[in-house]
Nanobody
Framework: VQLQASGGGLVQAGDSLRLSCAAS????????MGWFRQAPGKEREFVAT????????YYADSVKGRSTISRDNAKNTVYLQMNSLKPEDTAVYYC??????????????????WGQGTQVTVSS
C-alpha cells in the first residue's frame, strides 16, 4: 500500500483544514487507517484512527471534539477534518495503514505503511 497525504498549509488559529490521504492498491478497504503528527523536537503522536469499515473511530484527547476522521473506500481515501485549529496543532501530519485489528490502532508501531507527511502550521 502506498499512501499520499495532502491538504496541509499555513492557517490562523481558529481556522479549519481537511487533510486527505490517497492510497494505492485494491485492498484499501481491508486496512484500518490512522493519522499521526510530529512537531519539531517531539515524538510522533497519535491523532485519530478509523476501522476498515468506517464504523468505528478513535481520537486523541488533544483533538477530540475538534477533528473528524472519515474514509471513502470507493475512492481509496481517508480524511482528517480539523476545526478550531490551535498553534499547538502545528506539526507534520502522517497517514498510516495497518491490517484490520481488534483494538484501536493508537501506537505508531502497529502500522505497516506510512505516507510522506503534510505540514500543518497554525499561526496565533
Amino acid at each position: 500500500v502506498q499512501l499520499q497525504a495532502s491538504g496541509g498549509g499555513l492557517v490562523q488559529a481558529g481556522d479549519s483544514l481537511r487533510l486527505s490521504c490517497a492510497a494505492s492498491g485494491r485492498t484499501f478497504s481491508s486496512y484500518d487507517m490512522g493519522w499521526f503528527r510530529q512537531a519539531p523536537g517531539k515524538e510522533r503522536e497519535f491523532v485519530a484512527t478509523i476501522r476498515w469499515s468506517g464504523g468505528s473511530t478513535y481520537y486523541a484527547d488533544s483533538v477530540k471534539g475538534r477533528s473528524t476522521i472519515s474514509r471513502d473506500n470507493a475512492k481509496n481515501t481517508v480524511y482528517l477534518q480539523m476545526n478550531s485549529l490551535k498553534p499547538e496543532d502545528t506539526a507534520v501530519y502522517y497517514c498510516a495503514a495497518r491490517r484490520a485489528g481488534v483494538v484501536p490502532g493508537v501506537t505508531k508501531s502497529g502500522y505497516d505503511y506510512w505516507g510522506q507527511g503534510t505540514q500543518v502550521t497554525v499561526s496565533s
